[in-house]
T-cell receptor, first 110, second 112 residues
Framework: EAGVAQSPRYKIIEKRQSVAFWCNPISGHATLYWYQQILGQGPKLLIQFQNNGVVDDSQLPKDRFSAERLKGVDSTLKIQPAKLEDSAVYLC????????FGPGTRLTVL | DQQVKQNSPSLSVQEGRISILNCDYTNSMFDYFLWYKKYPAEGPTFLISISSIKDKNEDGRFTVFLNKSAKHLSLHIVPSQPGDSAVYFCAASVDRGSRLTFGEGTQLTVNP
């Protein structure tokens, strides 16, 4: 069974630029999560989808971050404009019960 | 407000011995607990979980213990192997489908 796929794996941008990350969950998993992991810390939830509806986006900085899951499968997370403190690994996870994580996208904002 | 804490940033053990990783939490609503292992440049990999109705769960070399009154859980790895060297995160949620709250991680090094 294929795992959670994410792309790109690495991205370097200048501050104030925009960036987008893509996630394809495990087939059949209705729930999809985006986490941000800053170096030296544990992952922190940004947003949770159930099918194509948002369940929890209480910790998403909505002035610059947005996410969508239009057809209830793939998802994209966008940052516009990026700040230096957005440098982190962005992890996508999906679940029926247990959350399984993708390899993440390492974002560096210069 | 750090609701899940792993107080040991690192742990070093000899191959064949027991590794014990500890985790404390403060939110009494947490009902489901998990351990993930993370290698560099990879996402966290699910290891083992336990719900609050149990105090122990075993899977091969890995055992998780939960002490609800102390709000403490631990992961035992016996025997430890060099391939177990990784960062271990504990995580908690109020139910199986909800967001996970992670600790800061413990770097385990198993020396041959």
């Amino acid at each position: 069974e294929a795992g959670v796929a994410q792309s790109p794996r690495y991205k370097i941008i200048e501050k104030r630029q925009s960036v987008a990350f893509w996630c394809n969950p495990i087939s059949g998993h209705a729930t999809l999560y985006w986490y941000q992991q800053i170096l030296g810390q544990g992952p922190k939830l940004l947003i949770q989808f159930q099918n194509n509806g948002v369940v929890d986006d209480s910790q998403l900085p909505k002035d610059r971050f947005s996410a969508e899951r239009l057809k209830g499968v793939d998802s994209t997370l966008k940052i516009q404009p990026a700040k230096l403190e957005d440098s982190a690994v962005y992890l996508c996870a999906s679940s029926e019960n247990t959350q399984y994580f993708g390899p993440g996208t390492r974002l560096t904002v210069l | 407000d750090q609701q899940v804490k792993q107080n040991s940033p690192s742990l070093s053990v000899q191959e064949g011995r027991i590794s014990i990783l500890n985790c404390d939490y403060t939110n009494s609503m947490f009902d489901y607990f998990l351990w993930y292992k993370k290698y560099p440049a990879e996402g966290p990999t699910f290891l083992i979980s336990i719900s609050s109705i149990k105090d122990k769960n075993e899977d091969g070399r890995f055992t998780v213990f939960l002490n609800k009154s102390a709000k403490h859980l631990s992961l035992h790895i016996v025997p430890s192997q060099p391939g177990d060297s990784a960062v271990y995160f504990c995580a908690a949620s109020v139910d199986r489908g909800s967001r996970l709250t992670f600790g800061e991680g413990t770097q385990l090094t198993v020396n041959p």
